[in-house]
């Protein structure tokens, strides 16, 4: 059983920067990517941004230009700088993990980020 656990949320005004990590522990497994995605309350989840085993990078239309992710799939990290915060960018921002071998999807709990305008 894989963990995923975000850290790295808070409260922060527009304009300014965040970085969230996201690491993991428990039996081994491997990854085909590892991804980024937010919520708030009454809306649908989506996606921010993921990061391949391989290390290609994809990003929402509107982290494009503002955040970055990084780290490294094989040894289960993730980050993501976020700059040029927004109000809009207020979510509970998740780690997801897509794995191979054995196949299966996790998630973590989330991490609250709150942009104040």
């Known amino acids: 059983q894989v963990r995923l656990v975000e850290s790295g949320g808070g409260l922060v005004q527009a304009g300014g920067s965040l970085t969230l990590d996201c690491t993991a522990s428990g039996e081994i497994v491997v990854f085909n990517a590892m991804s980024w995605y937010r919520q708030t309350p009454g809306k649908a989840r989506e996606l921010v941004a993921t990061l391949s085993s391989g290390g290609r990078t994809n990003y929402a239309d509107s982290a494009k230009g503002r955040f970055t992710i990084s780290g490294d799939v094989a040894a289960y990290t993730m980050h993501l700088q976020m700059n040029s915060l927004k109000p809009e960018d207020t979510a509970l921002y998740f780690c997801?993990?897509?794995?191979?071998?054995?196949?299966?999807?996790?998630w973590g709990r989330g991490t609250q980020v709150t942009v104040s305008s």
């Open positions: 997801h993990a897509d794995a191979y071998s054995p196949r299966g999807l996790y």
